[in-house]
């Protein structure tokens, strides 16, 4: 199969699978929140961060230098045999290295769980989660020795069945009428399947070892290579998952379930830029060698793209927020609020996409992680003062500055790479803003009246029809964007 080919093939398996896991997390989500309620939601969900963000001082970058030496080993050797020696031996460095930074991570998360004197549940859901962490860590590692070798197939299906494996096991926990700790169980069981698919894919197909070797020089150059790859890791690391913790602590359980609500919904409706950016990044990064002019154009199609899903998406479930928050049942009503603050950030949560994947693309990619530990202070220090005060709302008010800062950190940067025209995306984003006002008026009214579902086909329908009469996209640019995939060159 030709390289172009393979990757379409990859970003295909991808991006079904990341649509797929979102719907059925999501799905999840749901379920949970149904049955739980605001603080049992919250003790599960202050477990998971907790850890989460102790699991990257296991990886500290160590997945990116991986997956980008194994490749350039497969590039570099005709023979398969030889790639496959290169590849064991960086797997069995990088192995060498987690070993240590894995007791390391766990020691800490023990010990400073017990110092911040959690009740004994909770303590107990950390633990569980703790062995998630461990499990996902290795497994990632896994998949990315066989992202190396230009493989996404594996890695796709592994998403998908961890989802499906810890929904079956938390839906029977749930059925049965178990404690949440089985329900955390069902993460538990899901972590060992993908460690195990991991593990066989691995080893059965590539025939390589994931046993440590501890080849000094070899981790030495590992280790230096990872550091730019892990300042960026651990503060995106803390700034997704710091203010669930900070809020557990400052505020109450309670107040960390009523917060999931509207971050979940965010969280999986990313897959939308993801998936997008996931697509045209690899045009990118060829156009910045080979098509300035083409970076540009493709650069701000991708801002007005953006800027048309994301629009109509904040505005609608902010004015139909107390009908979604009826998705979660009873006692979540003091979410609407929050919900409706984060979905002014979602606008800016999707047009950072495009602006990181620019830098990246450009080899800027220093600027990004120094934004990111910009950002992440700023979070810090915000949620410190908002959270005392205000709870679930100061958190969100704190995603809401924090993603602004982020775009303005990252769009002063834009004239610096390409000749940017920015009226290009002002224009688009006003005829959107007014579509979707508009959009908004009419799903508030409709929505004492008819059901909610067919209000939201109804407003989607109405607002790609007034932006279309107000010019704000036309055919061309949705063949152009769609072409943009499919350039060999």
């Keep these: 199969m030709n390289k172009v080919a393979n990757i379409a093939k990859n970003t295909s398996y991808l ?124 497994t990632m590692t896994f998949f990315a020795t066989i992202r190396g070798f230009h493989n996404l197939k594996f890695e796709s299906i592994g998403s998908v069945f961890f989802m499906l494996v810890a929904m079956g096991f938390g839906l029977t926990a749930l059925y ?56 960026f890791a651990v503060f995106q690391r803390l700034y997704m998952y710091l203010d ?82 009826l998705l979660f049942k009873t006692g979540y009503n003091d979410a609407i609020l929050p919900m409706q603050i984060i979905m002014l950030a979602l606008l800016f949560i999707f047009i950072n996409f495009p602006i990181g994947s620019l830098l990246n693309a450009c080899d800027k990619q220093k600027i990004n992680t120094l934004n990111m530990i910009i950002v992440t202070i700023l979070s810090v220090i915000i949620n410190l003062i908002l959270i005392p005060k205000w709870q679930t709302i100061g958190a969100s008010i704190t995603v809401l500055i924090t993603n602004m800062l982020m775009f303005i950190l990252g769009i002063i940067w834009v004239p610096k790479i390409i000749k940017y025209r920015p009226w290009k995306n002002i224009s688009v984003f006003i005829k959107s803003l007014a579509a979707g006002i508009f959009m908004g008026l009419i799903a508030y009214y409709l929505k004492e009246f008819i059901n909610i579902f067919i209000v939201v086909v109804i407003s989607g329908m109405l607002y790609f029809i007034l932006l279309f009469l107000l010019k704000g996209f036309k055919k061309e640019d949705a063949l152009s964007i769609y072409n943009s995939f499919l350039k060999k060159n």
């Design 244 to 325: 669930t913790v900070l809020l557990s602590v400052l505020a109450g359980d309670k107040y960390v379930g009523l917060y999931q609500i509207a971050f979940k919904l965010v969280f999986a409706l990313q897959f939308l830029p993801m998936a997008f950016m996931a697509a045209l990044y690899p045009a990118m990064s060829n156009y910045w060698h080979n098509n300035r002019e083409q970076l540009t154009i493709s650069f701000e199609r991708a801002m007005n793209y953006l800027i048309i899903i994301s629009l109509p998406i904040a505005i609608g479930i902010t004015v139909l927020s107390d009908k979604v928050i």
């Design 176 to 231: 049965m009428g178990l404690s949440l700790l089985w329900v955390m169980g069902g993460l538990i069981t899901a972590s060992i399947f993908n460690f195990l698919f991991s593990l066989s894919a691995l080893w059965f197909k590539w025939h390589v070892s994931v046993l440590p070797r501890f080849n000094f020089k070899l981790i030495k150059f590992i280790s230096k290579l990872a550091i730019p790859f892990a300042a």
């Design 15 to 138: 991006t079904l699978a990341l649509i797929v896991q979102k719907i059925i997390s999501f799905t999840y989500f749901t379920i949970l929140a149904r049955n739980l309620g605001p603080e049992n939601l919250g003790k599960y969900y202050f477990a998971i961060s907790f850890t989460t963000i102790f699991a990257i001082f296991i990886d500290l970058g160590l997945i990116n230098v991986l997956t980008r030496e194994v490749a350039k080993a497969k590039s570099s050797f005709s023979r398969g045999a030889v790639a496959r020696d290169k590849a064991r031996n960086l797997l069995g460095a990088v192995m060498a290295i987690k070993l240590p930074l894995t007791l390391l991570s766990w020691l800490a998360v023990f010990i400073l769980i017990n110092a911040l004197e959690y009740p004994e549940l909770t303590k107990n859901l950390v633990y569980l989660s703790s062995i998630c962490m461990i499990l996902d860590s290795f």
